[in-house]
């Protein structure tokens, strides 16, 4: 039982190259997110997910964006890397909406942007 | 705008002794507030949760005490470990917004011999 898998967990990109941050969960659990932490900062949320299908911006979502066509996948996409989106990014997982059971997150991917 | 504030950005605590780490807040919709723990190169994990309908809630050596009128929460363990020597940070959410959680900036804690 893996968990929250989220890959890769370190790339350096090229300002206005385009990648895809991968996190994958085995829990089948509905509702999964994205959150960025910058350094001294808590975590920010960029997009989320209650289900397949169905996805919905957070309160950082410019120059991202996201797909949810199975449980199981819940991949980020840079669409032109920009300095401003170095950070660590968590994906993060929750069977459903009760209060009760807190999020899962994975390890974070590093991406730094120069 | 940061509506979930950890003001101490550090605290060093001697093994042994209580670690209290404070947050507050300041959206009265917040209704469910929790304690994640994060060491270096992993994700935040979950160390404990308190609904707006209770003042304290209890596991182990982890408290949460939550303050409501005074919009502020706070996390005791005791007695500090070594171990607990990580970053904490606080999250609060409000029902009905599909759990996503607001996190404060964090404090490291360092538990000393």
Redesign the interface.
């Known amino acids: 039982n893996a968990g929250v898998t989220q890959t890769p967990k370190f790339r350096i990109l090229k300002i206005g190259q385009s990648m895809t941050l991968q996190c994958a969960q085995d829990m089948n659990h509905n509702y999964m997110y994205w959150y960025r932490q910058d350094p001294g900062m808590g975590l920010k949320l960029i997009y989320y997910s209650v289900g397949a299908g169905i996805t919905d911006k957070g309160e950082v979502p410019n120059g991202y964006n996201v797909s949810r066509s199975t449980t199981e996948d819940f991949p980020l996409r840079l669409e032109l890397a920009a300095p401003s989106q170095t950070s660590v990014y968590f994906c993060a997982t929750k069977p459903n909406s009760s209060p009760n059971q807190p999020q899962h997150f994975g390890d974070g991917t590093r991406l730094s942007i120069l | 705008d940061q509506q979930?504030k950890?003001n101490s950005?550090s605290l060093s605590v001697q093994e042994g002794r209580i670690s209290i780490l404070n947050c507050d807040y300041t959206n009265s919709m917040f209704?469910?507030f929790?304690w994640?723990k994060k060491y270096p190169?992993?994700?935040?994990?979950?160390l404990i949760?308190i609904?707006s309908i209770k003042d304290k809630n209890e596991d182990g050596r982890f408290t949460v005490f939550l303050n409501k009128s005074a919009k502020h929460l706070s996390l005791h363990i005791v007695p500090s470990q070594p171990g607990d020597s990580a970053v904490y940070?606080c999250?609060a959410?409000e029902?009905g917004t599909?759990?996503?959680?607001?996190?404060?900036?964090?404090t490291r804690l360092q538990v000393t011999l």
């Open positions: 979930v950890q950005p209704d469910y929790l994640y190169a992993e994700g935040p994990t979950f949760s609904s940070f999250a959410s029902t599909a759990s996503k959680l607001t996190f404060g900036t964090g």
